[in-house]
């Protein structure tokens, strides 16, 4: 009897640690949702059509058959080439159109997480 108290105190301990670990996984996960909110909103400018005329990665010019695109995550315009990747942003639903600089550094900074 005194062996199995002595047990489930173990347990209780470890169990616990564990909820107290969770907790500040958790505290840690939400200050990130929260500063990756932040930023979504904190009101990023498209660029004018009218003031571009070539793609900002690889500088080809915009005609007839090389459309604009813009990039939901930085607002800036691009290529179909240079864009055609797709991601779930904070301030989307969908996963939305994003230029191959954003893609690269959202797929970083979220491997991080």
């Known amino acids: 009897m005194r062996q199995e108290n002595l047990r489930l105190k173990d347990m209780n301990r470890e169990q616990d640690q564990t909820l107290e670990e969770l907790g500040q996984q958790l505290s840690w996960y939400k200050l990130s949702l929260d500063n990756l909110k932040d930023e979504s909103t ?20 915009f005609n007839i058959a090389r459309r604009k695109h813009h990039c939901r995550n930085c607002g800036g315009i691009f290529c179909d080439k240079c864009s055609d990747n797709k991601m779930e942003l904070p301030s989307s639903a969908n996963k939305v159109r994003v230029c191959d600089n954003c893609y690269h550094f959202l797929l970083e900074r979220n491997s991080k997480m």
């Not at 009101?43 to 009218?50: F, I, Q, T, Y």
């Not at 571009?52 to 690889?58: D, F, L, R």
């Open 42 to 61: 904190t009101g990023r400018v498209w660029e004018k059509d009218a003031e571009v005329a070539s793609c900002k990665i690889c500088a080809k010019e």
